[in-house]
C-alpha cells in the first residue's frame, strides 16, 4: 500500500490485523471462561462468589488489607460488627496506709 497523507499504509494494515487477531483471540478466551464458569455452577458452586474471589486475588495484598480494615471500621460504626477493640485494664487503686 502507498502511503496516502503521510501514513504508511502497509504500517497501518499490519497493526489493524494484528489488533483483529488479539480480538478474536479475546473473544475465544470469553467464551471459555463462560464454559467453565457454567461447568462450575453445575456442580453446584456460586458463581458471583468465585468472580468475586477472582478480583480479590488480582488486587495488591496492601489495598484489600487497608480495605478490610476501612470496612471493618464502618461496620462497627453502624453496629453490624461487636465493638471488638480491647478495654484498658483497670489498675488496682492504691489502699491508704492504715
Not at 45 to 50: E, G, Q
Not at 85 to 90: N, R, S, T, V
Request: proline residues 5%.
Amino acid at each position: 500500500m502507498p502511503d496516502v497523507g503521510g501514513i504508511a499504509g502497509e504500517r497501518l494494515k499490519s497493526f489493524i490485523e494484528r489488533i483483529e487477531r488479539l480480538e478474536e483471540e479475546k473473544r475465544t478466551l470469553a467464551e471459555d471462561i463462560k464454559e467453565i464458569y457454567a461447568e462450575a455452577k453445575g456442580t453446584g458452586f456460586d458463581t458471583k462468589i468465585m468472580r468475586q474471589l477472582i478480583r480479590i486475588r488480582k488486587r495488591d495484598q496492601d489495598e484489600l488489607d487497608e480495605e478490610e480494615s476501612l470496612l471493618d471500621v464502618y461496620k462497627r460504626a453502624l453496629g453490624m460488627l461487636p465493638d471488638a477493640a480491647p478495654q484498658a485494664p483497670q489498675a488496682p487503686q492504691a489502699q491508704a496506709a492504715e
